[in-house]
């Protein structure tokens, strides 16, 4: 099994959660945990490895985090079980949501372990879309990441086509972030080109493990080069989806052609990298490559196809200008700016 250890522990090898999970809880003097599991993980055996793999002298407070659900009362739920189970740590396993509210209430100062079960977010990096609309909470890094592809293999092909796309758009963006950080440059490049390598596959074939892996190595960049900050794509899928239910990288297929173009002018100089990177001609349309790879693995062209309305856009234009992921954006987006774009990729 890898272990790195840059930010925080990682554990990257197929079966670390059987292999690593005891051992981290022992390294974190955890005794009473609170499991905060998504929804989606007791419709596969996923769960049950998990509980299989805590030691059996322990047990377990259990939060199931829907699939669809508000997040102050998540947190406010989430608070009062620590406080009544007197847990002294957490343990995050799921999809991105279920990582990011454990991540919030870490303040509590009680360690976070965070087990992904999909490939856009491993639990690093800024909080996505499950804070939306509280801009002001900070999530603090967990103190031990165990990534495990085999615990990725029941997602079906729109979630790995959406998780996906998440984790290739951060990394895109954590790129052409205004942040100077030359190294996290370089891991959102190793990033993006395993996601453009392996997306197509392990959508067409979700029990090809080695493709499974390479995502999630992805998603693990993704949330490394994180520390950058993301762009305007981020931000204005924050502002939709707080008008419309969408996957978070549904909304990002259909918003990246636009927000490059609008982009080009302050980052062309990096497009040629990017372009390098994939593999595509000199002078190739960056967007309409990306576009076109999101197309082929089910993902829409256009925000219209999934349903979005143009009277949805102001709203979500006025929250998507106030998101942080904004602020490091190559270009300063204006509330009027997000409208047009969004309007444009409708």
Known sequence: MSLITYLTR??????????????????????????????????????????????????????????????????????ALLAEAESDGIVAFGGLRALDLARTVSRRQVPV????????????????????????????????????????????????????????????????????????DGIALDGLRRAVVNLEQAVQDGTDIAARREMLIAALDAGLAGEKGFGGIEAAAHGLESVFDARHGVLHSALVSEFLAFN??????????????????????LAD????????????????????DAALVPTAARTAAADPSSRTNPRHVTERDYERIMRAAL
């Open 10 to 79: 990682i554990h990257f090898a197929d079966r670390a959660l059987e292999d690593a999970l005891p051992s981290e809880m022992t390294r974190h003097q955890i005794s009473r945990p609170l499991l905060i599991a998504s929804e989606s993980t007791t419709q596969s055996d996923a769960l049950d490895r998990l509980l299989d793999t805590i030691p059996a002298t322990i047990a377990p407070a259990t939060f199931v985090l829907p699939d669809t659900s508000e997040t102050t009362a998540d947190r406010a739920r989430v608070i």
């Open 113 to 184: 372990i965070t087990i992904p079960t999909r490939t856009n977010s491993v639990g690093l990096g800024p909080l996505g879309q499950s804070v939306k609309g509280v801009p002001s909470l900070r999530a603090d890094l967990p103190v031990a990441v165990l990534c495990d592809a085999t615990l990725t293999l029941d997602a079906g092909p729109l979630t790995t086509a959406a998780a996906g796309m998440d984790a290739l758009v951060h990394c895109l963006e954590s790129y052409l972030s205004t942040t100077f950080n030359p190294p996290a």
């Open 264 to 285: 080009a002018p302050a980052v062309s100089d990096r497009f040629t990298v990017l372009r390098e990177v994939l593999g595509l001609p000199e002078g190739a349309d």
């Open 289 to 308: 490559a990306l576009s076109r790879l999101g197309h082929r693995v089910g993902l829409p062209l256009r925000l219209s196809e999934i349903g979005v």
